[in-house]
């Protein structure tokens, strides 16, 4: 197998005294979309924001395109190619909508992202690119929020919970993006707590448990059973 | 009359408030940084310009630009590394810093300059006025004055909301955590903003030391007419600002008409007022 895009071993996070990521080990290969699923607090965000520098990651063991990213500032990781959609869209409200897109660029590589290849993947932005990012729609923000993202031209996108709060036809349509992202040579990985959504974009799935990856396989081998039991941490027929 | 005269004279002394108060307003906006001694920086300009001019003889305008340059470079400096150190989710060490940079700077301006109190001659802009009428005359300097403050205004302005810089600025004042997830560098914004907001401070600063005397005590109060201005026409809005500034200046002109002694005290009548009745200011920030 080549050297995968991103390789993560033993890693951990916390917050004070209270660790909430316990030697979590997880890759993402050239190409691949993978997902991570898990309850509210099973600590994905918290391991996407270490991924991305954020939260601190010194002393960690996270190699990115063959180097060392751990320890290493939020811009300067950004700089290397890892872009992240946010929890909770965070767009910049005294921004255009055009203006949070054009920031999302602005210490990124040059590539196949532009505005326009934006606004030609989520067409319902073209007319609001004057108003201000708050002034949207949810799943309009949403929009936002990923093609600022993708400005920087990404090897990796970090997506936070793109779908929470939106309603089912808006999330297909947020989800029908994610193949057309992936084919223009960006690594995805996804935050879900819809195991459907999850199951059905992903070509592998790791589960998070109370800090720890329960489980990881790809959508074809995991049981809905296995899933279940590695998502609450009890046997469905337990819990019937 | 003699009261539109006050009226007038007080509008163009509100520019010059206006810029006490931009510098102020910006590193609050950017990094919610309360700078105590925003006076004090407005104060070693003033002495940095009659260095420059009368001890040194540099030509008065390049004086200017060599203010401009050393209060913005000692502005990112400083930024960079020292007042970014006490940034923080607390409001507090910063105000407890540059409140002991404040008592810092003025012994120092003490020490080196004496207590005398100074002023930067500008020759025969001094006496130059346009008469209107028997009773209203506007200082050629208070005018040019006026319309200096009223450029930087539109200079910062400008960079507010053209250029990218100041997409950054406002992006950061807004969310400042994420920005780095946009490949921004939260260290250097900082400085790049308390840089702009000491140029600003080196305008304000050299059209006091050409206004009027000033001494190594003079910060403080400029600091609260700053603070005054800002209030009075809302946080994180230039054109507010000036209007905060020119109110500051025509209560205080006004109150200087009915007799000398009430000028500072009109100016915090006018401050109070709009804080009774309109706490957010009179031009709040209208997004956000
Ligand atoms: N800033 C913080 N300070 C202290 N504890 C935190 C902080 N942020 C998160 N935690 C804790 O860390 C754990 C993991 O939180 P995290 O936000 O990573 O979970 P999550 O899987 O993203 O949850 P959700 O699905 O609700 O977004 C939780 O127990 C949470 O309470
Ligand atoms: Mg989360």
Redesign the interface.
């Given at each position: 197998m080549t050297q995968p895009l991103l390789e993560v071993r033993g890693l951990t996070a916390f917050y004070g005294d209270f660790q909430a990521l316990f030697e979590i080990g997880f890759s993402v290969a050239e190409d691949e979309t993978v997902a991570i699923i898990g309850a509210n607090g099973a600590g994905k965000s918290t391991f996407l924001r270490v991924l991305t520098g954020l939260h601190a990651s010194v002393g960690q063991d996270i190699v990115f395109s063959g180097s060392q990213i751990a320890g290493i500032s939020a811009d300067r990781v950004h700089k290397r190619g890892i872009a992240m959609v946010p929890e909770g869209r965070r767009l910049f409200p005294s921004l255009s909508v055009e203006e949070n897109l054009l920031i999302g660029a602005s210490g990124g590589r040059d590539g196949p992202w532009t505005l326009d290849a934006v606004y030609d993947l989520f067409p319902d932005l073209t007319s609001k690119r004057r108003n201000p990012g708050t002034a949207l729609s949810g799943g309009q923000q949403q929009m936002v929020a990923i093609g600022r993202a993708l400005m920087s031209n990404p090897k990796l996108l970090l997506c936070d919970e793109i779908s929470l709060g939106l309603a089912p036809k808006i999330i297909k349509d947020i989800y029908a993006a994610v193949p057309r992202i992936h084919d223009l040579g960006t690594s995805i990985v996804v935050v879900e707590q819809d195991v459907g959504q999850a199951l059905a974009v992903a070509d592998r799935i790791y589960c998070f448990q109370e800090g720890r990856v329960s489980l990881t396989g790809t959508p074809e081998t995991l049981t809905r059973a296995d899933i279940a039991k590695a998502y609450f941490g009890i046997d469905e027929e337990e819990a019937a | 009359m003699v009261w539109i005269n006050a009226l007038l004279q007080g509008v163009l002394l509100g520019g010059l408030y206006a810029l006490f108060a931009a510098g102020l307003s910006l590193m609050f906006g950017v990094m919610r940084f309360v700078n105590i001694a925003h006076g004090d920086f407005i104060v070693v300009a003033a002495y940095l310009m009659m260095t420059s001019v009368l001890i040194a003889g540099v030509n008065p305008f390049v004086g200017i630009g060599l203010v401009v340059v050393i209060m913005a470079a000692a502005g990112y400096l400083g930024q960079r590394f020292l007042l970014n150190r006490v940034l923080g989710k607390d409001i507090l060490p910063p105000i407890l810093v540059t409140f002991g940079l404040s008592i810092i700077l003025q012994n120092a301006l003490l020490e080196i300059f004496s207590a005398d109190s100074r002023r930067v001659q500008t020759g025969w802009l001094e006496t130059a006025s346009i008469s209107l009428n028997d009773v209203v005359a506007l200082g050629l300097l208070p005018i040019l004055m006026f319309v200096a403050a009223l450029a930087v205004l539109a200079l910062l302005q400008w960079i507010f909301y053209h250029t990218?810089l100041g997409?950054?600025l406002?992006?950061t004042?807004?969310?400042a955590?994420?920005v780095?997830?946009?490949?921004?560098?939260?260290a250097h914004i900082f400085a790049l903003a308390t840089m702009l907001a000491s140029g600003v401070v080196a305008v304000a600063g050299v059209l006091l030391a050409m206004k009027t005397n000033f001494d190594p005590t003079a910060g403080p109060a400029r600091l609260l007419f700053a603070f005054e201005a800002v209030i009075i026409g809302g946080l994180g809005n230039i054109w507010g600002t000036l209007a905060g500034g020119i109110v500051l200046g025509v209560a205080q002109t006004i109150g200087a008409q009915i007799d000398t002694g009430y000028q500072v005290l009109a100016g915090h009548l006018a401050f109070l007022a709009v804080l009774v009745l309109r706490p957010r200011g009179l031009f709040p920030k209208t997004?956000?």
């Open positions: - | 990218a997409r950054l406002r992006a004042s807004d969310d955590e994420i780095p997830l946009m490949g921004g560098n939260n997004i956000g």
